[in-house]
């Protein structure tokens, strides 16, 4: 087993549902000295940051688990590459499996995208100052998308 840790879109349980039903989370968890952002392909990724703190969820996830996600975040088409990195959880530091996007400069979150992400920080019960973090990368995404109607994000 592997520990993953989310901060975007995989912090959401249908989205794990869909793409790794093997995996079970474990709760929230922090990624020190990094820091959110939407890169210019309008998906979540994480930079170093000194000081900083990235909040989102841990899960431990099955080998077979580990093979869909990496499909999903592209890896093997270089969307997203795959770090293990210290996070912290329930006070214990832990590696974690993280993925992190190519390079290619801040940009703005596809339509819908971070309406998924805070819903899904919401339900964890993140720390509301990360919540409205994430809600001030959602001002450049058009209003009123359902994210029920984002099949091909979950």
Sequence with gaps: MTLHFAYGANMSR???RRHAPGASPLGAAQLAGYRFL??????????PAMGQTVHGVLW???????????????VDGGLYRVAMLPVTHARRRLNALVYCARPSGEGRPKPGYMELVIAA???????????QSLAGWNAATASGTDVRKLGDLA
Aim: no cysteine.
């Design 14 to 16: 249908a989205v794990m």
């Design 60 to 74: 431990r996830i099955t080998p077979r688990d580990r093979v869909t996600l990496d499909s999903w975040e592209n």
């Design 121 to 131: 920080a919401r339900e964890w019960g993140l720390p509301e100052a990360h919540v």
């Design 38 to 47: 939407i890169t210019g392909d309008g998906y979540a990724s994480v930079v």
